[in-house]
């Protein structure tokens, strides 16, 4: 008889704590400076609790010269020992295709060095600036956009007094982003000396810190540092979640004190090849961040930065893993799917194409849902936004006797038949249906063929709508544009 080899889900995986550090106390794991003094820096320490292939060794060391490595004991546990393709692991440990492919990408794909008034603070967006506190992080993640300040010996360019002083003279400034590095690296003093500089300037208003520690070192939030964090309230915190294996125990609890002091938590995650770029992945992940109380506010497309080019996914899949979330779980589990454009043109939000035709002189639009179906929507008429009752399409009780028959030609919704792939804005800036192949329903000419829905209500429209609208219904209640 034979017998598979079990799936990776059935078999026992060796990960944890007590498959890695058996002999470790309570005291020293849920101490976080002992978590982060026994983190992981070099290739000799991490061979000692993973496999390494040995043709591999120079690529990975060679790696670590551009950017340097740490892991920290706790997210070492998450990672499944055998499995090679372990997405925990793809973050932190640098893979040979890091050194192979190098030479592509850029040092700075952002630009955020042209934007930079004084070192340290990126302004690029009008009322809000990104400060660079720190160029130390409780993990290294190998598709950091910040590689660049990251290698072994470089030291941080950090200016507190100038930072805190461009934004006490720029009033449009209301809302900084205070990030690394990690600045929960930092102890709570030399944190609240920079959070109370930055709260003593009366035109900011939010103070948001962007943080991966509650991910790779949750010991670090206690009681403390969340008591710290809400004296200078406003305060956000951003934090970085990208699988769902890294949604532990630990973590919850870390997130938990944050929110019980107030701060709102948002979470910022990067589509990467081999870790999370399936639709299933990011729904698990953004639904067990909806548990913790922690909003899924972005999903970035990895950036284009030397040495993370295996990361790298293309928009069509980003597009595709969105395309598996909208409709299939709630709205409030959907992030914003952004591309941070090359040389600092900020996040370009992109989204599948729902409205898939719009005339916006006859008010008309076509709608797919997440199901693939199509709708005929008319807009409010100019100047009218009267509704009007319309008879039930087979009988039944009228609502209003006002003017049935006339009503009853101008539906404000339709259900078309077929389904639709999304489509793309046409060369007269139109969006339309035809131009991505509308498959059922569409006739020679790419237009759409609806069928009357079950929408009662219509708004009465002006003369070209009715004449649109008288034109559309046929006898077998479909209806063509
Ligand atoms: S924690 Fe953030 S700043 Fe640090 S390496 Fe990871 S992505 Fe970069």
Redesign the pocket.
């Known amino acids: 008889m034979h017998i598979n080899a079990p799936e990776p889900a059935l078999r026992a995986r060796r990960l944890g704590r007590a498959h890695y550090f058996p002999e470790v106390t309570d005291a020293e794991w849920n101490d976080w400076r002992w978590q982060f003094r026994q983190r992981i820096t070099t290739l000799e320490a991490l061979a000692r609790h993973l496999e390494i292939p040995p043709e591999e060794w120079q690529d990975r060391a060679e790696s670590l010269r551009d950017f340097r490595m740490g892991i920290t004991p706790y997210y070492l546990s998450l990672i499944d020992k055998d499995d090679p393709n372990d997405p925990i692991m793809r973050q932190v440990v640098p893979l040979a295709e890091e050194n192979l492919f190098r030479a592509i990408g850029e040092e700075d794909p952002l630009g955020e060095e042209q934007f930079s008034p004084v070192p340290g603070i990126t302004h690029r967006y009008p009322d809000r600036v990104l400060m660079v506190v720190s160029n130390n992080?409780?993990?290294?993640?190998r598709?950091?956009?910040?590689?660049r300040t990251?290698y072994e010996g470089a030291t941080p360019d950090v200016e507190l007094d100038r930072m805190v002083d461009y934004i006490a003279r720029t009033p449009a400034v209301r809302d900084v982003v205070v990030?690394?590095?990690?600045p929960l690296n930092y102890s709570n003093a030399k944190l609240e000396q920079i959070l109370s500089k930055l709260r003593a300037i009366p035109h900011l208003e939010i103070i948001r810190i962007?943080?991966?520690v509650p991910v790779?070192l949750p010991q670090r939030i206690d009681d403390e540092l969340c008591a710290m964090l809400a004296k200078y309230h406003p305060v956000w915190v951003n934090v970085?979640f990208n699988h769902p294996r890294e949604l532990t125990p630990e973590a919850a609890l870390a997130c938990d004190r944050l929110s019980r002091a107030g701060i709102p938590l948002n979470n910022q995650a990067?589509l990467l090849k081999g870790v999370n770029d399936s639709a299933a992945t990011i729904k698990s992940l953004c639904q067990g961040l909806m548990r913790m109380r922690i909003r899924p506010y972005y999903l970035y497309q990895c950036d284009p930065v030397r040495g993370a080019e295996h990361f790298r996914t293309t928009i069509a899949k980003g597009l595709e893993i969105m395309e598996g979330l909208r409709g299939h779980t709630s709205g409030l589990a959907i992030p914003t799917y952004v591309v941070d454009a090359p040389g600092g043109g900020g996040k370009v939000p992109v989204a599948p194409q729902y409205l898939l035709h719009y005339e916006r002189e006859k008010g008309r639009a076509v709608l797919r849902n997440f199901q693939g179906n199509l709708y005929e929507y008319f807009e409010p008429s100019q100047g009218t936004d009267e509704l009007h009752p319309v008879p039930p399409p087979s009988g039944g009780r009228l609502r209003s006797s006002a003017d049935p028959k006339a009503a009853a030609k101008k539906p404000a919704k339709r259900r078309i038949s077929g389904k639709i792939g999304s489509a793309p804005v046409d060369e007269n800036g139109s969006i339309n249906a035809a131009a991505n192949g509308a498959s059922n329903g569409s006739d020679a000419s790419g237009e759409v063929e609806p069928v009357v829905g079950k929408s009662r209500w219509v708004h009465r429209g002006p003369s070209t709508r009715s004449s649109v609208a008288a034109q559309t219904t046929n006898g077998n209640g479909h209806a063509k544009p």
Not at 137 to 141: E, G, H, N, P, V
Not at 143 to 147: L, M, P
Not at 179 to 182: I, K, L, P, V
């Open positions: 992080c409780a993990i290294y993640c598709y950091c956009t910040r590689k990251m990030s690394g590095g990690d962007g943080s991966r790779a970085h990067v």
